[in-house]
């Protein structure tokens, strides 16, 4: 009986001082980025997934979106200093505010704002090495249509 209130007390003291991202001990589990991991330039390759064929405006396949972002301690993305570009062209745009990554899982949902006065919505999961996988799509289909209300399959890498 003493061994089990031994061994009891000893995992309890441990998980008391648990603080990684994973649930027992650092070990298995869902995990989760830190602000430090979200925030910075992110590089994300879209693939169209509308089939047959995406309406006319539709980005290539392969073609890339550039993202800046700073997140806040909770999560929330800062909608005044973070940005997007659809290189080549070098107009920067906003990131509309609502946008946000939940650190503890590391979902991620970004509206991407467009000059026509709609947006696209970059969704899915950041990792903390630096990597994404996601969708982007048209958050309200039929309105304000950007890059021809095609949705995107996508994968990221941070970049700096």
């Known amino acids: 009986m003493r061994h089990i209130v031994l ?3 000893l995992l309890a003291s441990v998980a008391g001082c648990e603080n990684s991202t994973d649930p027992f ?4 589990g869902g995990g989760g980025v830190s602000q430090a991991d979200a925030t910075g330039n992110w590089s994300f390759t879209l693939h169209p997934s509308t089939p047959p064929a995406c309406a006319s405006g539709s980005l290539a396949d392969r073609q890339l979106l550039t993202v800046h972002l700073d997140v806040l301690p909770d999560g929330t993305v800062a909608s005044a200093t973070s940005s997007w570009q659809n290189p080549p062209t070098t107009a920067v745009r906003p990131i509309s505010a609502g946008s946000f990554v939940t650190l503890s899982s590391g979902f991620t949902d970004l509206f ?3 000059s026509t ?6 969704r899915g999961t950041m990792t903390s090495g630096g990597s994404f996988s996601g969708t982007v799509s048209d958050p309200n289909p039929g309105k304000f249509p950007v ?5 995107y399959t996508t994968t990221g890498t941070k970049t700096g």
């Open 7 to 9: 061994c009891l007390t």
């Open 112 to 114: 991407l704002a467009a």
């Open 25 to 28: 001990i650092g070990f298995g």
């Open 117 to 122: 006065g709609g947006e696209m919505e970059l």
């Open 147 to 151: 890059f021809g209300a095609c949705t």
